[in-house]
């Protein structure tokens, strides 16, 4: 693989309910599907897993029912094991009881992590939609419903903020300043995203106007670059070179923040670190990689996303989810702020100008201030919060009767064709949990076996990971792809320069680079 090394001083070559859903699950479809013209174009797509008819599904997701060894935009990862299918009625039935035990006191459904914060929910949210943000004009989309050639590469890369840059799509940025993304005071009176008249956000990714924490960590990515902007211009960087060059930089801090800040709080310091087995640092030197399970193997070595990841590992976050946040002293004052809630209330839906008393202090739930203790999500664990078992119609519209999250999830870990939680644990020559162990009943539909994102939860959940991060399964398919992806993009970091590390001053310190140093660089913290 060839690599090529340009600088930063040249050209380079409703969260109401809605959200949560597409947050860590992956399972919104974008804008540009969601506008089909007629109801035969919706049916098409919809029978290849776009979510064209209720949003929910990313195109392309069911390939891998047609094909097992086939790479498009989806795949498997462990394309030789069976597919595990137990009765709909046997998961519809344990996903029924993954709901959190209402008479257990709140602080003990916390995690007890000291290193995962409330935060990293919506970041994991925004990383989620950055990846499957899907740009290909509609009749492409038509054209190839199951994203076998005409789809945008899953990277994590900010196309979800950028778009086509100031030429492609001058709605996102700044008129006066076309290298700078537009950040205005909305009508009450504080910054957020530009929006229509019905207060709509005009961005690339609306699935980033779905909740109000994620459309204000957004805005504070377009506040990063535009601040980078003017730091490349006090560097004498060209004017015709200071959009891409900003740009980069961008990118390439995001990733290392990835990589380095939410990644390793996610599966620990034994997968991603400085003696990580998928991720090593090495001083001086570039990183060690060893992926063994995350190897694309199309002609072209194009990435895809793996559906072990996307159906089932990555979907952790909605165990973390929590019924209500602090996110400001007006929250706290009021005992949180609910996620769910009526349009205009005081709640974290979104497609809404940002209110004056939901202005989030980052503070509250990241550690960007040593002396404040930043909240926590909720345990990582086989339970989700008791608001996510009713979906409401905006999610779910009818004649659809599955409104219960973890039965939606369970179901689609069949329908896409996952393997087992063992036998992927078998693949991988980990430790076997038997279903005594994952709790499960004696049931003989189980057939001995337990879903995988059942598995990857309960993994989690149990000794030693204790609720805190995920296991050996669930965290090796977590790091593989984020790292697999982020190694095979032609314009990351680790791609063209990988021994680069983040720098003064936009780095408090060399290689001293996540997101509370993002969200403080850019005057948002």
Do not use: C
Not at 101 to 123: E, M, W, Y
């Amino acid at each position: 693989m060839s690599r090529t090394r340009r600088h930063a001083t040249g050209p380079l070559g409703h969260f109401g309910r809605r959200a949560v859903l597409a947050g860590a699950a992956g399972i919104s479809a974008g804008a540009i599907v969601g506008r089909m013209r007629t109801a035969a174009r919706a049916a098409t797509l919809a029978a290849a897993g776009t979510g064209a008819v209720h949003g929910t599904e990313p195109r392309g997701l069911y390939l891998t029912t047609q094909n097992r060894l086939a790479e498009g935009r989806f795949g498997l990862m462990f394309k030789k094991l069976p597919v595990y299918a137990p009765s709909d009625a046997l998961l519809d039935g344990l996903a029924r009881t993954m709901v959190e035990d209402q008479t257990v006191p709140d602080d003990s459904l916390l995690n007890t992590s000291q290193r995962l914060f409330a935060g990293f929910t919506f970041i994991g949210q925004f990383i989620d939609h950055d990846i499957t943000f899907d740009n290909t004009p509609l009749d492409q989309q038509e054209a190839d419903p199951y994203a076998t050639t005409n789809f945008r590469t899953p990277r994590y890369d900010l196309d979800s903020v950028y778009g086509r840059g100031p030429a492609g799509d001058p709605q996102f940025y700044d008129p006066t300043d076309p290298d700078k993304l537009l950040v205005t005071p909305n009508v009450h009176g504080v910054l957020d995203v530009p929006r229509d008249a019905a207060g709509r956000a005009i961005i690339p990714e609306l699935r980033n106007d779905e909740n109000l924490i994620v459309v204000q960590l957004h805005q504070a990515i377009a506040r990063f670059h535009n601040r980078v902007v003017d730091h490349e211009r006090s560097q004498g960087v060209r004017r015709e070179w200071v959009f891409e060059a900003a740009r980069r930089l961008v990118r390439w801090h995001y990733q290392w923040a990835v990589i380095h800040d939410f990644l390793p709080r996610i599966v620990g310091d034994a997968l991603v670190g400085p003696a990580g087995t998928v991720y090593k640092e090495v001083a001086g030197k570039p990183p060690v990689i060893n992926l063994k399970y995350y190897r694309p193997t199309n002609k072209d070595g194009r990435p895809f996303m793996p559906v072990e990841f996307a159906v089932a590992a990555y979907r952790f976050g909605h165990s973390l989810i929590r019924p209500f946040y602090v996110i400001n002293q007006a929250s706290l004052d009021r005992g949180g702020v609910p996620v769910f809630g009526e349009d205009g209330g005081f709640n974290l839906n979104g497609g809404r100008p940002v209110p004056a008393d939901l202005v989030i202090e980052w503070k509250y739930i990241l550690p960007v201030d040593p002396t404040f203790p930043a909240r926590k999500p909720r345990r990582l664990d086989t339970r989700l919060s008791l608001p996510l078992t009713t979906l409401p119609g905006s999610v779910v519209p009818p004649p659809d009767p599955t409104v219960h999250l973890a039965v939606r999830n369970t179901l689609r870990g069949k329908h896409v064709g996952l393997p087992s939680g063992q036998q992927v644990a078998r693949a991988m020559r980990e430790p076997v949990l038997s279903n005594a162990t994952l709790g499960l009943s004696g049931d003989p539909g189980w057939g001995g076996e337990a879903p995988l994102w059942y598995y990857v939860l309960k993994e989690a959940e149990l000794p030693p990971n204790n609720a805190e991060r995920l296991g050996a399964v669930g965290g090796r398919i977590v790091a593989e792809v984020l790292v697999g992806l982020l190694q095979r993009d032609p314009t990351s970091y680790l791609y063209l320069d990988p021994a680069w590390k983040p720098t003064t001053p936009i780095a408090p310190t060399t290689g001293q680079f996540g997101f509370a140093e993002l969200l403080k660089f850019a005057g948002a913290a």
